[in-house]
Protein backbone atom coordinates (compact mmCIF):
# COMPACT_ATOMS: atom_id res chain seq x y z
CA UNK A 1 0.00 0.00 0.00
CA UNK A 2 0.67 3.73 -0.33
CA UNK A 3 3.64 4.98 2.47
CA UNK A 4 3.42 8.85 2.71
CA UNK A 5 5.93 10.93 4.96
CA UNK A 6 5.63 14.02 6.39
CA UNK A 7 8.29 16.37 7.55
CA UNK A 8 8.95 18.61 9.89
CA UNK A 9 6.88 17.67 12.58
CA UNK A 10 7.01 21.10 14.18
CA UNK A 11 7.95 24.24 12.18
CA UNK A 12 7.95 27.69 13.91
CA UNK A 13 8.37 30.88 11.57
CA UNK A 14 8.55 34.59 11.71
CA UNK A 15 5.65 36.76 10.35
CA UNK A 16 6.27 37.49 6.83
CA UNK A 17 8.69 34.59 6.78
CA UNK A 18 8.16 31.68 4.38
CA UNK A 19 7.42 27.98 5.38
CA UNK A 20 7.80 24.92 3.45
CA UNK A 21 6.41 21.55 4.73
CA UNK A 22 7.63 18.25 2.32
CA UNK A 23 5.83 14.75 1.64
CA UNK A 24 7.41 11.61 0.24
CA UNK A 25 5.08 8.94 -1.23
CA UNK A 26 5.54 5.09 -2.38
CA UNK A 27 3.46 4.42 -5.03
CA UNK A 28 4.29 5.83 -8.60
CA UNK A 29 1.33 5.06 -9.87
CA UNK A 30 -0.12 7.77 -7.33
CA UNK A 31 -1.88 10.81 -9.26
CA UNK A 32 -3.70 12.80 -6.48
CA UNK A 33 -1.57 14.98 -3.99
CA UNK A 34 -4.23 17.47 -1.29
CA UNK A 35 -2.89 19.56 1.32
CA UNK A 36 -5.13 20.04 4.21
CA UNK A 37 -4.83 22.48 6.72
CA UNK A 38 -6.73 21.52 10.38
CA UNK A 39 -7.15 24.47 13.32
CA UNK A 40 -6.96 23.25 16.92
CA UNK A 41 -10.34 21.36 17.43
CA UNK A 42 -11.51 22.06 14.36
CA UNK A 43 -12.20 20.14 11.19
CA UNK A 44 -9.29 19.83 8.32
CA UNK A 45 -10.14 21.63 5.22
CA UNK A 46 -8.48 21.47 1.87
CA UNK A 47 -6.53 24.19 1.47
CA UNK A 48 -4.84 23.01 -2.50
CA UNK A 49 -4.36 20.09 -3.92
CA UNK A 50 -2.02 18.99 -7.41
CA UNK A 51 -2.77 16.19 -9.86
CA UNK A 52 0.13 14.75 -11.39
CA UNK A 53 -0.29 15.52 -15.15
CA UNK A 54 1.08 19.31 -13.66
CA UNK A 55 4.29 20.00 -11.36
CA UNK A 56 3.33 23.25 -9.88
CA UNK A 57 0.01 24.84 -8.69
CA UNK A 58 -0.26 28.46 -6.80
CA UNK A 59 -3.26 29.94 -4.62
CA UNK A 60 -2.49 33.72 -3.57
CA UNK A 61 0.59 32.59 -0.98
CA UNK A 62 -0.17 28.82 -1.43
CA UNK A 63 1.95 26.77 -4.04
CA UNK A 64 2.54 23.11 -4.03
CA UNK A 65 5.08 21.48 -6.19
CA UNK A 66 5.25 18.01 -7.41
CA UNK A 67 8.58 15.64 -8.34
CA UNK A 68 7.21 12.98 -9.75
CA UNK A 69 10.65 11.36 -10.73
CA UNK A 70 11.79 11.28 -6.92
CA UNK A 71 8.37 11.09 -5.67
CA UNK A 72 7.68 13.49 -3.34
CA UNK A 73 5.86 17.45 -3.02
CA UNK A 74 5.66 20.03 -1.30
CA UNK A 75 3.30 22.94 -0.05
CA UNK A 76 5.02 26.40 0.26
CA UNK A 77 3.43 29.03 2.33
CA UNK A 78 4.64 32.79 1.65
CA UNK A 79 4.42 35.83 3.71
CA UNK A 80 3.03 33.61 6.53
CA UNK A 81 0.27 35.67 9.27
CA UNK A 82 -0.51 34.34 12.27
CA UNK A 83 -4.33 32.31 11.30
CA UNK A 84 -1.51 30.38 9.29
CA UNK A 85 -0.96 28.62 12.56
CA UNK A 86 -2.28 24.96 12.48
CA UNK A 87 -1.72 21.65 11.31
CA UNK A 88 -1.48 20.50 7.69
CA UNK A 89 -1.75 17.06 6.74
CA UNK A 90 -0.41 15.87 3.14
CA UNK A 91 -1.86 12.84 1.49
CA UNK A 92 -1.51 10.58 -1.38
CA UNK A 93 -4.33 8.17 -2.90
CA UNK A 94 -4.26 4.25 -1.94
CA UNK A 95 -6.16 1.87 -4.43
CA UNK A 96 -8.45 -0.65 -2.64
CA UNK A 97 -11.28 -3.11 -3.87
CA UNK A 98 -11.95 -1.11 -7.23
CA UNK A 99 -11.86 2.25 -5.52
CA UNK A 100 -9.76 5.03 -3.61
CA UNK A 101 -9.02 5.78 -0.52
CA UNK A 102 -6.52 8.54 0.80
CA UNK A 103 -3.41 8.17 2.95
CA UNK A 104 -2.57 10.69 5.08
CA UNK A 105 0.83 11.83 6.41
CA UNK A 106 1.60 12.71 10.11
CA UNK A 107 1.12 16.37 9.64
CA UNK A 108 3.20 19.51 10.52
CA UNK A 109 2.26 21.97 13.40
CA UNK A 110 3.14 25.28 12.02
CA UNK A 111 3.45 28.24 14.02
CA UNK A 112 3.52 31.63 13.18
CA UNK A 113 5.23 34.18 15.57
CA UNK A 114 3.89 37.76 15.29
CA UNK B 1 -19.29 24.17 7.15
CA UNK B 2 -22.49 22.47 6.14
CA UNK B 3 -22.95 19.32 4.10
CA UNK B 4 -21.20 16.91 6.42
CA UNK B 5 -22.51 16.42 9.94
CA UNK B 6 -21.57 14.24 12.93
CA UNK B 7 -22.74 13.67 16.36
CA UNK B 8 -22.74 14.07 19.42
CA UNK B 9 -19.74 16.26 19.49
CA UNK B 10 -18.57 14.96 22.62
CA UNK B 11 -19.52 11.83 24.35
CA UNK B 12 -18.04 9.31 27.20
CA UNK B 13 -18.23 5.69 27.45
CA UNK B 14 -17.61 3.67 30.13
CA UNK B 15 -15.52 0.65 29.32
CA UNK B 16 -17.27 -2.53 27.87
CA UNK B 17 -20.30 -0.23 26.81
CA UNK B 18 -20.52 0.15 22.69
CA UNK B 19 -21.48 3.22 21.32
CA UNK B 20 -22.65 4.45 17.87
CA UNK B 21 -21.21 7.81 16.28
CA UNK B 22 -23.72 9.37 13.86
CA UNK B 23 -22.61 10.51 10.31
CA UNK B 24 -24.36 12.61 7.83
CA UNK B 25 -24.29 13.88 4.28
CA UNK B 26 -26.34 16.14 2.13
CA UNK B 27 -23.88 16.67 -0.81
CA UNK B 28 -24.70 13.56 -2.59
CA UNK B 29 -21.51 11.94 -2.10
CA UNK B 30 -21.41 8.13 -3.10
CA UNK B 31 -18.19 7.69 -1.22
CA UNK B 32 -17.98 8.16 3.04
CA UNK B 33 -15.07 7.63 5.02
CA UNK B 34 -14.14 7.38 8.86
CA UNK B 35 -11.09 8.29 10.44
CA UNK B 36 -9.84 8.07 14.07
CA UNK B 37 -6.41 10.68 14.76
CA UNK B 38 -5.17 10.42 17.67
CA UNK B 39 -1.64 13.41 18.82
CA UNK B 40 1.00 12.81 16.34
CA UNK B 41 -0.65 9.85 14.21
CA UNK B 42 -2.28 11.89 11.87
CA UNK B 43 -5.52 10.75 10.53
CA UNK B 44 -6.16 6.78 10.32
CA UNK B 45 -8.67 5.21 8.32
CA UNK B 46 -10.94 2.61 9.72
CA UNK B 47 -13.85 2.01 7.30
CA UNK B 48 -14.66 3.25 4.22
CA UNK B 49 -17.44 2.59 1.58
CA UNK B 50 -18.11 3.56 -1.80
CA UNK B 51 -21.42 2.69 -2.50
CA UNK B 52 -24.76 1.43 -0.06
CA UNK B 53 -24.91 -1.56 1.26
CA UNK B 54 -20.75 -2.11 0.68
CA UNK B 55 -17.83 -1.06 2.94
CA UNK B 56 -14.58 -2.27 3.02
CA UNK B 57 -11.66 -2.36 5.59
CA UNK B 58 -9.30 0.42 6.53
CA UNK B 59 -6.12 0.25 8.37
CA UNK B 60 -6.96 0.21 11.75
CA UNK B 61 -10.80 -1.56 11.69
CA UNK B 62 -10.43 -4.25 15.02
CA UNK B 63 -13.00 -3.08 17.40
CA UNK B 64 -15.32 -0.77 15.33
CA UNK B 65 -18.16 -1.46 12.72
CA UNK B 66 -20.56 -0.08 10.28
CA UNK B 67 -23.21 0.23 8.19
CA UNK B 68 -24.51 1.48 4.95
CA UNK B 69 -28.44 1.60 4.74
CA UNK B 70 -28.87 5.05 2.68
CA UNK B 71 -26.43 7.27 0.60
CA UNK B 72 -26.45 9.82 3.42
CA UNK B 73 -25.56 8.01 6.63
CA UNK B 74 -22.64 6.05 7.75
CA UNK B 75 -22.91 5.03 11.20
CA UNK B 76 -19.72 3.99 12.92
CA UNK B 77 -19.82 1.44 16.51
CA UNK B 78 -17.02 1.24 18.99
CA UNK B 79 -17.26 -1.54 20.50
CA UNK B 80 -15.83 -3.22 23.95
CA UNK B 81 -13.42 -4.94 21.44
CA UNK B 82 -11.62 -1.88 20.95
CA UNK B 83 -8.71 -1.96 23.61
CA UNK B 84 -8.03 2.43 23.21
CA UNK B 85 -11.25 4.03 21.99
CA UNK B 86 -10.69 7.54 23.71
CA UNK B 87 -9.67 9.61 20.63
CA UNK B 88 -11.40 12.02 18.08
CA UNK B 89 -13.77 10.22 15.16
CA UNK B 90 -13.44 12.05 11.83
CA UNK B 91 -16.67 11.32 9.01
CA UNK B 92 -15.83 12.32 5.19
CA UNK B 93 -17.18 12.36 2.46
CA UNK B 94 -16.58 12.21 -1.45
CA UNK B 95 -17.73 12.52 -5.07
CA UNK B 96 -17.17 8.91 -7.25
CA UNK B 97 -14.68 6.34 -7.24
CA UNK B 98 -11.52 8.05 -8.35
CA UNK B 99 -9.23 10.26 -5.46
CA UNK B 100 -11.19 13.14 -5.25
CA UNK B 101 -11.02 16.23 -2.09
CA UNK B 102 -12.19 14.74 0.99
CA UNK B 103 -15.16 16.92 2.92
CA UNK B 104 -14.91 16.35 6.75
CA UNK B 105 -17.13 16.65 9.40
CA UNK B 106 -16.75 18.37 12.68
CA UNK B 107 -15.71 15.26 14.46
CA UNK B 108 -16.89 13.91 17.25
CA UNK B 109 -14.23 13.47 20.93
CA UNK B 110 -15.21 9.93 22.53
CA UNK B 111 -13.57 9.62 26.37
CA UNK B 112 -13.59 6.22 28.08
CA UNK B 113 -14.33 6.77 31.48
Known amino acids: GENVEQHPSTLSVQEGDSAVIKCTYSDSASNYFPWYKQELGKRPQLIIDIRSNVGEKKDQRIAVTLNKTAKHFSLHITETQPEDSAVYFCAAPQRGAGSYQLTFGKGTKLSVIP | DGGITQSPKYLFRKEGQNVTLSCEQNLNHDAMYWYRQDPGQGLRLIYY???????QKGDIAEGYSVSREKKESFPLTVTSAQKNPTAFYLC????????????FGPGTRLTVL
Open chain 2, 49 to 55: SQIVNDF
Open chain 2, 92 to 103: ASSRGLAPNEQF
